[in-house]
Structures are given as C-alpha cells and as structure tokens.
C-alpha cells in the first residue's frame, strides 16, 4: 500500500516539476558489449547518499522500510568490508580524484562555506577523465567539494549539467544554507545560476526527477556517467508527511524524520531504476550505491553493533553501507568480503570505461575483477588519515612520541589505518560509544542506554583485530607491541609522501549577504566571464563584477561584530 502511494506521490511530483526543468545542455576491469548498437563503455550511475548508518538498511536487520535497495543490493554485490571517510568532503574527495586526503592537502576536515578552498586544481577529476572517454556527464545533488573560484565549480570540474547544492547542509525545501549564525544564503543551483524557481520542492523529490529528465533524453549510444549526491538523510531531518505516516508509532523524533527520509530515497532509487529500464539504458549499466559516511546517532541515525558514528574513526564512522547492480556482474547475489576504499571507485569506474592508462599517482585499486568475479583484492591496508592540524599545541612530545609512539611516530596526531586484520588508530579519534538503536527517545532517559568506554588518562593508541572483533570491543594495543610498532612504521612512511595541510581561515567575502543572498564564488571572478545561452539559443557573455570597497568594508563590520558576538556567547 505504501508503495503505492508513494509512487503516487513522484507521479504527482513530476508534473509540478516538469515546468521547472528546461534543456539540459592490475586486472584491467573491462566489461565486453556484444549487443550490436550499445555502445563499447557501459553506463555508469553512482549514487552517494548522506549520513546513512551502518544499521539503517533493510538488509542489516532495520526497522527502516527500504525495500528497493535490499532488492538491488540481493540481485548484485553487496559490500560488507567497504569504507569510506567519516565526513562529508573527505570521502567525496577520494571518490572525486582516487587520492588519499593526505596527497590532496584535505586532511583536516571538511569543506566550510567560506574557506578558500577546493579540490586542486592540478588533480583530474573522474568526471575529467570520463569526458576525455565520450562520456556524456551530469551530477545531480550535493557538491561539497569547495566553490570559493568558478573554476572549483562542478561544471567547471568535468561535469556537463550540475543541479544541486555547493555546500554541505541545507533546508531540503527552502535551500537555505547557514554557516554558523551570521552567514545565511541560498543555495540551490542549475549550473552555474542560482535556482530561485525551484524552492518549496523537497531536495529528493526534485533530484530524482532531474536524474528522470536526464535519461529520458540521454542519446543510448553514448556512454553516460551520472552521479546522484543526494542530501538526504542530512540534517536538517525533513520528509514529506506521506512518508513520515508508516512512523509513527517511532517515539524517537529524529529516528521517525531521519527514517522517513530513507524511506523516501528508497522510492526515488526505484523510479531512477524503472527509468533506467524504460530508457534502455539498464542491460549495459553499473550502478553503485554507497553513503558518505557513518550515521550520526544523535540525529537519528544508527551504526549498531558498530562502534562510534559519524565524525569518528571508529568502525561505526567509516564501516559504509555499499552495494553494486548491474547485469555486466558475472557473480549475483553474494557478499563480497573484499577489502575495498571509497578511493577504488576513481580507477575502478575508469576501468569499466577502457580509459585507466596506470594507477600512477593514485591511491586507488581497480577492484571489478573482486566484486564481479571474486578475483583476489588488489587492496590489502587503508590510510584512513592523517590529520596534523588535530594535534593539541599543548600535548607533551615525551609521553605521545616515546613512550606511546616508540619514538616511531607522534601519537598525539590523529590518524588511523587498517593493514590487513588489523586497525590502529592515535590521538583524538572521536567518541567511541556503542550507541543500540531507538536508545535515544526524546526525554531525560535518552542517555541511559548508552554503552560507554572511558579510555585510561593519557592513552593514544588503540589497536584491534578487525576481522576477528569487528565490534572494536577488545584493544590488544598492550598485548600485541610489536604489531603496533609496525603499523606505526607503515603511518610513518605514509607522512613521509603527504603534502601539507591546507586549512585556510573562513573568508568574510564569502557571505552570502554580498553576492545578492546566494552561495556562489567569491574569489577570482575579475574578468571572468561565462558563456550562456539566452532564450533564443545565443549565446551571451556574462561578466562578473569587481566587488566595491564598501562591500569589503561591510564584510569586515561583520565578521568583527560576529566575533564580539562570539565571545559574548563563550
């Protein structure tokens, strides 16, 4: 019945949004094509979704309704040692370009609104490369990799159509995006402009319509690549109330609005795939479906048996739920217990397109031959990071480097690894609470449930058998010295190849407030100038212009005052 309406629902939806939506302007991992008229590469469609936890997927036993991806994930390959990093920017930035953070200078954290920064400019992107292939490229939904200059822009990055958000959390209705409390905009945007007509329309419902649109027109014999970066289930936790109904007898606020938004997903993944079949594009595409990282408990989420959540480097905040469906898969309905790194898609997914020349100056495995045929993994260890800015100025050397670190390596640095069975993990690496599911009810009890670990004074450095104790409930950091010195030497070496840290201080020209209420560009726009096509198909050439000194001036009044504010407060 629920399925029913919901369908109701997007058919419903797509004739609201269909006025909105104008034109759209190592083993080699070859898949053969024998179908006369299909084309050589297949069609790859990858589909990112938000704070999704370990526990909330039909097949790991949820009380979430997702009965379309147990489907797809039953027919294909699931993923049951896949990781990726545990926020936001970081894992899209390995997808992006098939690097570890600490080669692209983004081993900090994420992306802020008003940080100049983004992904460098002298790394190739995956859309860049599948262009180069006869890829026709489109990205739907979230971006999150940096938008100070145009040229760090989706479009200006290998993608031929962008629709969606450049910064990290938003309104799912009104595309109201703040940064801390002083710095509001909108920010929704088709290409390059941003989509003021397109407000009120729910984040999900939108994005799949525009992923219909898009292969409904798409020319079969050209090879597509699509990247679906959905914003749910992010906070803020909003759904349609059709989905919000089968929940609600979930006492738990953000568990009942959180699961919604699944819910609400699911069915939009069922109508991308009817599309797909519809448009003739199935019988020759990959579709890989994978969150961005662990769930965040507080806000609904849930990783249970795993430790940790989202933010951590705990199992719980990089252990992804991850799939592959395809027809080309020569192996279905199994579980691949192959060790495989969000960063394995970039050359994975060139493969698949014929265009990986070498893994050089990747980090990244071609792994098709291990999902689609059980061929042994060419990934056998993880640098999950390395993170000097997290050090405290204040931390001794003495007891971090010496006495923790065997003089190998400063333990006080966050950072994490998994080489083979075993997970080391130094430093500050996020609360680590088994945290069961519906533990959090709204109401004073909602601590209680909470299984804690209090960690001994001083300590940084955890060690666990990750195949044997994947729960991470028995460190042997004690017990197994010598497997700890090893792994602190393999962290070393990797430090010895990182470049340094880019962290760059928030920019207070980049407030919204300046750029006529939108997140957009700040830097670099002097002469810059866009080619776009009016309405009569011209096209005309838009300037950019110089910001005025009292623009400067303002933005300077404000980030004063918002400081003042700031101390106030703290």
Known sequence: MMKAICSMLFRGTSVILLGVFGCLCEYDG???????????????????????????IGYHGSDIHTPTLDKLAAEGVKLENYYVQPICSPSRSQLMTGRYQIHTGLQHSI????????????????????????????????????????NCLPTRRGFQSFLGTLTGSG????????????ACGFDLHDGNR????????????????????????????????????????????????????????????????????????????????????????????????????????????SNWPLRGGKGTYWEGGIRAVGFVHSPLLKRKGIVSRALIHVSDWYPTLLGLAGTLQSHYNLDGHNVWGSISEGLPCPRTEILLNIDPVSRKPGEPYDKALIFNGFGIWDTAVRAALRVGDWKLLTGNVGDGDWIP??????????????????????????L??????????????EVRPEVVKHLLIRLAEYNHTAVMARNPPDDPMADPELHGGVWSPWLGLDGWEENRKDENGKKEKISKVKHCKLCKLKALFKKVESRLERKTLF
């Open 30 to 56: 070859k898949v053969n094509i024998e179908d006369v008229g299909q084309p050589k590469s297949p069609h790859l469609i990858f589909i990112m979704v938000d704070d999704q936890g370990y526990g909330d």
């Open 111 to 150: 992306i802020r609104p008003r940080q100049p920064l983004c992904l460098p400019p002298d790394t190739p992107t995956l859309p860049e490369r599948l262009t180069e292939a006869g890829y026709a490229t489109h990205m739907v939904g979230k971006w999150h990799l940096g938008f100070s200059r145009p």
């Open 171 to 182: 309104d799912h209705f009104s595309y109201q995006s703040c940064d801390g409390a002083e």
């Open 194 to 301: 941003p989509a003021w007509e397109m407000r009120g329309n729910y984040s999900t419902l939108l994005y799949i319509e525009r992923v219909k649109k898009i292969l409904q027109s798409h020319n079969s014999h050209t090879p597509l690549f699509l990247y679906l970066s959905l914003q749910a289930a992010h906070t803020p936790l909003q759904a349609p109330d059709l989905f919000l109904h089968p929940y609600n007898k979930q006492r738990n606020r953000q568990r009942r609005h959180y699961a919604a938004m699944l819910s609400c997903l699911d069915e939009g993944i069922a109508q991308l795939v009817k599309e797909l079949k519809t448009s003739g594009l199935y019988e020759n595409s990959v579709l890989i479906y994978s969150s961005d990282n662990g769930g965040q408990p507080l806000s609904g989420g």
């Open 437 to 462: 599911p519906q533990a959090l009810p709204v109401g004073p009890e909602r601590w209680q449930k909470l299984e804690k670990r209090r960690n001994k004074l001083g300590k940084s450095v955890w």
């Open 464 to 477: 666990f058998n990750i195949s044997a104790d994947p729960y991470e409930r028995f460190d042997l950091a």
